[in-house]
């Protein structure tokens, strides 16, 4: 069965520092879809990045980056110069080929960045 | 471009009565679900439809629970009677079926329901 563990259930740092959030997941499919959502105060998933299994490429996207691991089963995801807009709950979510489009989330990270 | 619309954005009643969610979903996507958010149990499926047919329901609690969408752009979860435990956010999400689990899925804001 498929899951996704964030083992951080909380992280707090200070504006600028840089922070990086674990994603770690099992699935026993050969392809799946990792996926990223930021969920803010006001309550709306966001969506920010979707990774295919087969595309191990690191991404950045301004001051965001993943690392995609499939040795390790692992997508984190890093904010480089933090800034308190960052501060949020951010979810990783897996869904598999086999999964017929059945997303399953991680419980989240809740990031606060202080200024 | 409109995003997923979800409505009421809060609502609060008693138990035994009758709570209905509503959802659109972005013009031109054919897969709709919706999920529920708790702190107990994060972000779970609830049920979810490929073409307005529901495809998968597994997720739905129990029988005070369904869901119906009689057309491509609109979809609604009744519960009836609500029950306290039932106090969550509710989600409507939405995605293109094109090639199915890789197509990103949108959500719509979410609906907080309080039943007391």
């Known amino acids: 069965a498929q899951k996704v563990t964030q083992a951080q259930t909380e992280i707090s740092v200070v504006e600028k520092e840089d922070v990086t959030l674990d994603c770690v997941y099992e699935t026993r499919d050969t392809t799946y879809y990792l996926f990223w959502y930021k969920q803010p105060p006001s309550g709306e998933l966001v969506f920010l990045i979707r990774r295919n299994s087969f595309d191990e490429q690191n991404e950045i996207s301004g001051r965001y980056s993943w690392n995609f691991q499939k040795s390790t089963s692992s997508f984190n995801f890093t904010i480089t110069a933090s800034q308190v807009v960052d501060s949020a709950v ?3 979510a897996l869904s598999e080929a086999r999964g017929a489009q059945k997303l399953v989330f991680g419980q989240g990270t809740r990031l606060t960045i202080n200024p | 471009d409109a995003g997923v619309i979800q409505s009421p954005r809060h609502e609060v009643t008693e138990m035994g009565q009758e709570v209905t969610l509503r959802c659109k979903p972005i013009s ?3 897969s709709l679900f919706w999920y529920r958010q708790t702190m107990m149990r994060g972000l779970e499926l609830l049920i979810y439809f490929n073409n307005n047919v529901p495809i998968d329901d597994s997720g739905m609690p129990e029988d005070r629970f ?51």
């Open chain 2, 28 to 30: 031109g996507h054919n």
């Open chain 2, 66 to 116: 369904s869901a119906k969408m009689p057309n491509a752009s609109f979809s609604t979860l009744k519960i009836q009677p609500s029950e306290p435990r039932d106090s969550a956010v509710y989600f409507c999400a939405s995605s293109l079926l094109w090639t199915g689990p890789q197509e990103t899925q949108y959500f719509g804001p979410g609906t907080r329901l309080l039943v007391l």
């Open chain 1, 90 to 92: 951010y979810f990783c």
